[in-house]
């Protein structure tokens, strides 16, 4: 439409937009959805180099509300991982986005999701946390607080798996948090996980109105807006703006990411660094204990190489290669299995 905004590949927003939703009126997923779209207009990404991937679960609808122009599959329930695993390899020009839930990935799919992580897979990695099942009656999930309410009444006592920790102990490469309320620091944060290559896992709280809302829940939208605790304000600045930050030294933080792109930490909090798995994990252990959510860039390691790079993989994603280069000939099977009887 004339006037409309438009990116650098010559996008407006609208052509980053999917199906109509059909989760719950007020879904902190559509929430989400609303910050994903933001985040690949911004950084002009084409939203026909994409793969959408997810599992079964409220959030695992939601890649048909977005990047209606992207390729998608949407697997079983908390195979999502083993999927993002599979079409990295196959095909490692695309530009790959998972979205899964708490259950679809702390429950039945965290075997997936630990290897997934521990080898470092190119993704940006999207659990819609809201501590229930929301499809099958509000029953806690594995991250549900230790003595949050159900809406019926019972009480968890069951400490909750925090994923952010549960992936910086995994080796992921790009650890955050953040609310699905707060659009101007979930884009940011998703726009630096898209310019990183490794896994990238981004917790985001995202209240259930259904199931989830109620006096007594610590994931309900008036006790998660109680409890937050940004340890940063975030700014995304893609590589090719040619833009200088003025800060004082000690205030804020650049961190650079692979392509050239900077993710800006306004630090709230003093001293805190995301490149120290240490403090990563003490400030997270520190935020339980005060019964708060932290947010923001918790850890960051820029050194680790993606697993493609570490396979050592051609330059041709495998799925555009050939039969005849995928199946080596007879002669040199032989060849190869002789030196095996040697």
């Known amino acids: 439409m004339a006037g409309e905004k438009t990116n650098r590949v010559n996008l407006t927003e609208k052509d980053y937009e999917g199906g109509v939703s059909t989760m719950c009126r007020g879904c902190g997923h559509d929430a989400i959805s609303a910050s994903v779209m933001r985040a690949f207009f911004e950084s002009s990404v084409d939203p026909r180099k994409v793969i959408k991937l997810s599992g079964i679960g409220c959030s695992s609808k939601t ?5 209606g122009q992207s390729f998608g599959f949407n697997g079983v329930h908390g195979r999502m991982s083993a999927l993002a695993t599979g079409a990295n390899i196959a095909n490692h020009s695309l530009i790959p986005i998972g979205v899964s839930g708490d259950g679809d990935t702390a429950a039945i799919g965290l075997g997936n999701f630990c290897h997934m992580v521990r080898r470092n897979i190119n993704l940006t990695y999207i659990i819609e946390n809201n501590g229930v099942y929301g499809l099958t009656k509000g029953q806690f999930s594995a991250t549900a607080d230790k003595g949050s309410v159900m809406k019926g009444g019972k009480i968890n006592d069951i ?3 925090d994923i952010c920790e549960l992936a910086i102990i995994l080796g992921a490469t790009y650890v955050a948090r953040s609310f699905s309320g707060d659009r101007k620091q979930l884009a940011p944060l998703i726009q630096g996980s898209l310019a990183h290559k490794g896994t990238a896992i981004l917790d985001v709280i995202s209240p259930c109105v259904t199931f989830n809302n109620h006096e007594g829940s610590t994931k309900s939208l008036k006790y998660v807006k109680g409890h937050l605790d940004p340890i940063h304000d975030v700014d995304f600045i893609p590589s090719y703006e040619n833009i200088d ?5 000690g205030t804020d933080q650049a961190v650079e990411l692979h392509d050239g792109s900077r993710i800006i930490l306004h630090k709230l909090s003093d001293n805190y660094d995301p490149t120290s798995r240490m403090q990563a994990l003490q400030t997270i252990h520190a935020a339980v204990a005060e019964g708060k959510f932290l947010t923001g860039l918790i850890y960051y390691d820029p050194n680790r190489l993606e697993f493609a ?20 000939p007879a002669e040199l099977l032989d060849k190869i299995n002789a030196n095996f009887m040697k």
């Open 63 to 67: 890649p048909a509300y977005f990047l």
């Open 159 to 161: 400490p909750a798996i």
């Open 245 to 249: 930050v003025d800060y004082q030294k």
């Open 309 to 328: 790079e570490e396979l050592n993989l051609c330059e041709t994603p495998l799925a555009e290669l050939g039969q005849d280069l995928l199946q080596p």
